[in-house]
């Protein structure tokens, strides 16, 4: 059994939406800080928003802070990202993580990145101009 599935990825024109998905089940579904992080070719990790499971506290890469929305549902154990405003530069391999320890407990996004303790196998987001 996958622990994360991603689903919602697509192509879009600048300046439209996407919403992604992610349904975490078995062990996954316990962690307590989940969030997205994106990948391009050539390019490594960043770190795009995350979400404390149990309070609901959010954090914003600055790059897409004001355009993308972190949301969960606990009951469904599902995490959404909402994308507002797409840029040509948010396109990315979009992979849904989680980590055992809190959100707060890592030096920022990039710390959070390097620390995930599941990902999913990712959704491809590509943004046109």
């Known amino acids: 059994q996958v622990p994360l599935v991603e689903s919602g990825g697509g192509s879009v024109q600048a300046g439209g939406s996407l919403r992604l998905s992610c349904v975490a089940s078995g062990y996954a579904s316990s962690s307590v800080c989940m969030g997205w992080f994106r990948q391009s070719p050539g390019k490594g990790r960043e770190g795009v928003a995350i979400?404390?499971?149990?309070?609901?506290?959010?954090y914003y890469a600055d790059s897409v802070k004001g355009r993308f929305i972190i949301s969960q549902d606990k009951d469904e154990n599902t995490v959404y990202l909402q994308m507002n405003s797409l840029q040509v530069e948010d396109t990315a391999m979009y992979y849904c993580?989680?980590?055992?320890?809190?959100?707060?407990?890592?030096?920022?996004?990039?710390?959070?990145?390097?620390?995930?303790?599941?990902r999913g196998q990712g959704t491809q987001v590509t943004v046109s101009s």
């Open positions: 979400i404390a499971a149990g309070g609901g506290s959010t």
């Open positions: 993580a989680g980590t055992l320890r809190y959100c707060g407990g890592f030096s920022g996004l990039s710390g959070w990145v390097q620390s995930v303790d599941y």
